[in-house]
């Protein structure tokens, strides 16, 4: 059984190190300054292993701008409160602000992942379905907190997918702050920050 697991996880380690090879040189060189065959040797494989593992570079894009999305909400969702019942303002905003400090520290420790998300969040080889995945299913509890504060009249009454790019932007904007100055926000400063998130969403 262990033999038989031995060529999976071989073919999992290898499209994880194509796809952090495609992190750096996308980020670095651009969509079109980047071939399939300089990030196949970036990672170490055969060009032809890229293409086992992702159809295209368009595909490949896609499929790391949701990984790399999907690592941040794995790290929110786990280490943050959830809303049960019908919350109040305080509850929301509690579990808002932990979503905002767990996201913050994140972005700050991965500079490369928040530039690439400011590079192609709202580029064109980012397709649709990508985007709308990422946003109703991977940060699904994201949206699902907006609305919960939009029912209870805590949130502005504007689209929810206003209010979450709304986030998004004031997320990386901060977290670029911070990565500029090399170094961590502290708790007030988390707490001053969150404030400026709050003000935007509140009613």
């Not at 690592?71 to 109040?88: N, R, T």
């Not at 670029?176 to 502290?186: K, L």
Request: aromatic share 10%.
């Amino acid at each position: 059984m262990c033999a038989n697991l031995k060529p999976a996880l071989r073919s999992i380690h290898k499209r994880q190190r194509i796809l952090d090879a495609a992190l750096t040189l996308f980020t670095e060189q651009g969509f079109h300054g980047t071939s399939t065959a300089a990030i196949a040797k970036q990672a170490g494989v055969a060009t032809g292993t890229l293409f086992h593992h992702f159809a295209s570079k368009e595909a490949l894009i896609n499929a790391l701008y949701l990984a790399v999305k999907a690592e941040l909400a794995e790290g929110i969702a786990a280490q943050s409160l959830s809303l049960s019942g019908q919350p109040s303002s305080q509850q929301l905003r509690t579990v808002a602000k932990q979503f905002w400090q767990h996201s913050l520290c994140w972005c700050v420790s991965m500079p490369e992942k928040v530039r690439f998300f400011a590079q192609y969040n709202h580029s064109p080889y980012i397709n649709n379905q990508t985007q709308q995945t990422a946003q109703t299913q991977v940060f699904g509890f994201i949206n699902g907190l907006l609305r919960v504060g939009q029912q209870q009249a805590v949130f502005k009454c504007l689209p929810v997918e206003l209010l979450y790019e709304t986030c998004h932007g004031l997320l990386l904007q901060t977290a670029f702050y911070y990565i500029a100055q090399r170094r961590m926000p502290t708790e007030i400063e988390c707490d001053q920050s969150f404030g400026l998130l709050w003000d935007a969403l509140h009613a």
